[in-house]
Nanobody, 124 residues
């Protein structure tokens, strides 16, 4: 049973930084792809970034590329999302997700496991 628990959200001013964490438990994650998604009020859940556990292959959405960095720590079974130069439009609930596949996956429906989400609010 895969369990994902996000933390690190909060309120920050525009231009500031936050680091989200996703603590993963369950099986060995070596063949998994991990992703971060976000959902703002009244909007669909959207892709933010993804990484494979085995070879660090990373992909970012156009809206966050160059500002956000996804990484993982195998020893801690944790995936991180470092968010810099935050903008008010980054305000959303951020979700961690996992799927047992290393193929490229950027759609929410492609992921099997989800955390409960953590709120990020960026004030102008």
């Amino acid at each position: 049973q895969v369990q994902l628990v996000e933390s690190g959200g909060g309120l920050v001013q525009a231009g500031g930084s936050l680091r989200l964490s996703c603590a993963a438990s369950g099986p060995t994650f070596s063949s998994y792809r991990m992703g971060w998604f976000r959902q703002a009020p009244g909007k669909e859940r959207e892709f933010v970034a993804t990484i494979t556990w085995s070879n660090f292959n990373t992909v970012y959405s156009d809206s966050v590329r160059g500002r956000f960095t996804i990484s993982r720590d195998s020893a801690k079974n944790t995936v991180y999302l470092q968010m810099n130069s935050l903008k008010p439009e980054d305000t959303a609930v951020y979700y961690c997700a996992a799927v047992r596949s290393e193929g490229m996956k950027t759609h929410p429906w492609a992921y099997d496991y989800w955390g409960q989400g953590t709120q990020v609010t960026v004030s102008s």
